[in-house]
Antibody
Framework: EVQLVESGGGLIQPGGSLRLSCAASGLTVSSNYMTWVRQAPGKGLEWVSVIYSGGNTYYADSVKGRFTISRDNSKNTLFLQMDSLRAEDTAVYYC???????????WGQGTMVTVSS | DIVMTQSPDSLAVSLGERATINCRSSQSVLYSSDNKNYLTWYRQKPGQPPELLIYWASTRESGVPDRFSGSGSGTDFTLTISSLQAEDVAVYYCQQYYTTPPTFGGGTKVEIK
């Protein structure tokens, strides 16, 4: 069974840093296009970042320069390093796989990040 | 960025009746090189992550019930639930990946009348 399990969320003060992890089973992170999508409380979905199998990375303008997506092939794990966090970064962060370059077909359960003093 | 606009914001449908959700993109999401629309539909039940229903505007994901269908091309798309079931109470989102960044519609909340 293919599964993505996020961890690392929590309560953090504005300006702080947090690193999210996404452990994959049943698929190889390095062979897939892996992404982060977030959802603020009671709001819609917002794409955050993608890492292609070749290693290229892309970011939403709202997080560019503050967030870094990466992966550890030996651990089959995806990461999102989040620095200079702001209140507007408060959201559930989902790890997903991009399938056929069109759709997010596998989703984790999400990890909640709350940025507040 | 491509703006995705869904309508209506919410709708209430009786069990067994048809539900129709619309999605419009601010520019065409039809790739001429492969003649595919890079338009996807998701269902998000309360407290759960989204689940993929339809991609390439009309291709049903494996395991998705055939009461779900997608149609449209270019900039105008429709998700139809032919016979609403209780488990379809959810928020539905459209999304484009014609260009980066991929963008989502604002969502349509479907309830039972």
């Amino acid at each position: 069974e293919v599964q993505l399990v996020e961890s690392g969320g929590g309560l953090i003060q504005p300006g702080g840093s947090l690193r999210l992890s996404c452990a994959a089973s049943g698929l190889t992170v390095s062979s897939n296009y892996m992404t982060w999508v977030r959802q603020a409380p009671g709001k819609g979905l917002e794409w955050v970042s993608v890492i292609y199998s070749g290693g290229n990375t892309y970011y939403a303008d709202s997080v560019k320069g503050r967030f870094t997506i990466s992966r550890d092939n030996s651990k089959n794990t995806l990461f999102l390093q989040m620095d200079s966090l702001r209140a507007e970064d408060t959201a559930v962060y989902y790890c997903t796989r991009l399938h056929l370059r069109v759709a997010f077909d596998i989703w984790g359960q999400g990890t909640m990040v709350t940025v507040s003093s | 960025d491509i703006v995705m606009t869904q309508s209506p914001d919410s709708l209430a449908v009786s069990l067994g009746e048809r539900a129709t959700i619309n999605c419009r993109s601010s520019q065409s999401v039809l790739y001429s090189s492969d003649n595919k629309n890079y338009l996807t539909w998701y269902r998000q039940k309360p407290g759960q992550p989204p689940e993929l229903l339809i991609y390439w505007a009309s291709t049903r994901e494996s395991g998705v019930p055939d009461r779900f269908s997608g149609s449209g091309s270019g900039t105008d798309f429709t998700l139809t639930i032919s016979s609403l079931q209780a488990e379809d109470v959810a928020v539905y989102y459209c999304q484009q990946y014609y260009t980066t960044p991929p963008t989502f519609g604002g969502g349509t909340k479907v309830e039972i009348k």
